[in-house]
């Protein structure tokens, strides 16, 4: 990412849009027509066994992500705008209440505080983030929040977080979901099924997933952190997208270690390889860990440089969190002011 940056005297915080739009404005061919949604594939276990992962080739390409490129001063803050715009704002958590959700997704509405889109000359850009993702018994409170937004409703289910619940209750845990109204569900795969290369069992139960889902678009959770090796996470990510997820996800949150650059390039080369085989796009959302600005345009990174920039939008790439939105809300208060606030003024809910 070469940028060609003015002298800091001579920027006002009005020039966003116009150093920006091509970050800001979404991409044509996501915005009308929006691209097909991945109608999945037979099982090809030729193709899954034979696939391989070089460790340390993923681990220097990591590296230069964040050691090469820099985006700073209005790019910075165009891209801070395109992040919040890709957020899952998530709450996952056993004191969640109605009213808490209900917090939340006024914050989902409303991200940026005003005065601050209104000092970057981006008031009218209509911001909001991705979606919201809740537990399927907050679905209800977090629609009905949401009504008249466009904003998405996802609901993590299958026995969220360990996906060892009876597969009765799991795909029952689906259809109240979506009858409750989530547009997007968050599911979590067996692992054993990944750690025993029991390829067909998974990919029977993603497939049994998306099915149940119906119109409702399925995010399959791979939770990396427990699959052992990134051979294991390019297979699982194979055969997840064979079986027709629309996205791939890294974690529930919930693990030792979650989102990381390595995984996701691994996962993101994955999401590649079948879309030049099948030309169905999967999108990719990193999950857990994400709490700074800086993380959020590393991965911003990642995206525009392997996949391209249809990535960039909220059709195919979201964020798993909650807290990176309070952060990138003190940074963008900084690109305005010089100063930096504290957290607690930037409020979740």
């Known amino acids: 990412m070469n940028e060609t940056y003015r002298p800091a005297s001579s920027l006002s915080t009005g020039d966003v849009t116009k150093t920006s739009a091509t970050i800001l404005e979404p991409h044509p061919a996501i915005r009308v027509p929006s691209h097909e949604r991945n109608r999945g594939m037979p099982l090809d276990l030729d193709w899954v066994k034979d696939a391989k992962v070089n460790l340390s080739a993923v681990e220097r390409r ?44 006024a914050k989902a509405r409303q991200p940026i505080r005003p005065d601050l889109l209104e000092a970057m000359g981006v008031a009218d850009l209509g911001l909001t983030v991705g979606a919201v993702c809740v537990y399927p018994t907050m679905v209800p409170a977090a629609v009905q929040a949401l009504l008249g937004s466009n904003i998405p409703v996802a609901s993590v289910a299958t026995g969220f977080p360990s996906g060892l619940s009876p597969m009765r209750l799991r795909l029952e845990e689906i259809r109240y979901a979506v009858a409750e109204g989530a547009a997007e569900i968050d599911i979590v795969i067996t692992r054993e099924h990944v750690l025993t290369s029991n390829w067909q069992a998974l990919y029977d139960e993603v497939l049994q997933f998306r099915k149940t889902c119906g119109e409702a678009h399925l995010k ?26 629309d996205f791939i996800k890294t974690s529930t949150g919930k693990e030792a270690e979650n989102a990381t650059l390595p995984v996701s390039l691994t996962m993101v080369r994955a999401i590649r390889a079948y879309q030049e085989r099948t030309e169905y796009k999967v999108g990719f959302k990193p999950a857990g860990g994400i709490r700074n600005a800086k993380d959020g345009l590393a991965w911003l990174i990642l995206m525009k440089e392997e996949l391209g920039r249809q990535w960039l939008e909220p059709e195919l790439f979201r964020f798993g969190a909650s807290t990176l939105l309070t952060d990138i809300e003190r940074q963008l208060e900084h690109f305005v002011t010089g100063r930096y606030s504290a957290a607690h003024r930037h409020p979740m809910a």
């Not at 590296?63 to 992040?83: D, E, H, I, M, P």
Request: with cysteine; net charge positive.
């Open 62 to 105: 990591s590296t230069s992500l964040t050691g090469r490129r820099t985006v700073k001063k209005q790019w910075q803050a165009a891209w801070l705008l395109k992040a919040v715009s890709c957020i899952d704002l998530t709450t996952l958590a056993g004191d969640d209440t109605v009213g808490k959700v209900r917090r939340l997704c």
């Open 220 to 245: 399959a959770i791979l939770a990396t952190g427990e699959l052992g090796t990134l051979r294991n996470v390019y297979r699982a990510s194979l055969v997840a997208m064979m079986a027709g997820a």
